[in-house]
């Protein structure tokens, strides 16, 4: 079995947690409240921010302690059992998007915060959005998959 261990599942899941309730108040903020080209921003923005991106950080920290050993960990175990378990094969596919998924998702957020050309910002701001989704929505999934005891 390769689970984790209980303080990485918590700190797992609130830094994924402060990470999508930080981002998705800031679009609904940014987007939603006083929406309009000429409407200045909300005073929530800087501080929803400023949390996204220190929840980030924390989220690089867990990408780490999950990198040392949870991810070549189940990499080994799926390769050994891959014929004798098919759902070991879902979990390795969903263990890959996720850690595509993060490093996308860090890559976007480097990208926001210190490159970002005007031209570019929406688009990459989007795609960093769409990327993050898709990580709270298959991390779960994920979760999931582990295998039942005695597998």
Known sequence: MNHLRGWQYRALYATVGALACSGVLWLAMHYLAGAGADSLPHPLEPWLMRLH????????????VLAAAHVPQGWRMTTRNL???????????????????GGLAALSGYLLYYFAPEDLRA??????????????????????RRGRPGE
């Open 123 to 144: 688009l990459i701001g989007w795609s960093h959005a769409v990327l993050g989704l898709a990580l709270v929505a298959l991390l779960p999934l994920h979760g999931a």
């Open 53 to 64: 991106g220190a929840a980030g950080f924390a989220g690089l920290f867990m990408a780490g």
């Open 83 to 101: 014929r004798l378990c098919q759902h070991k094969a879902g979990q390795r596919r969903t263990g890959l998007a996720l850690c595509v998924l």
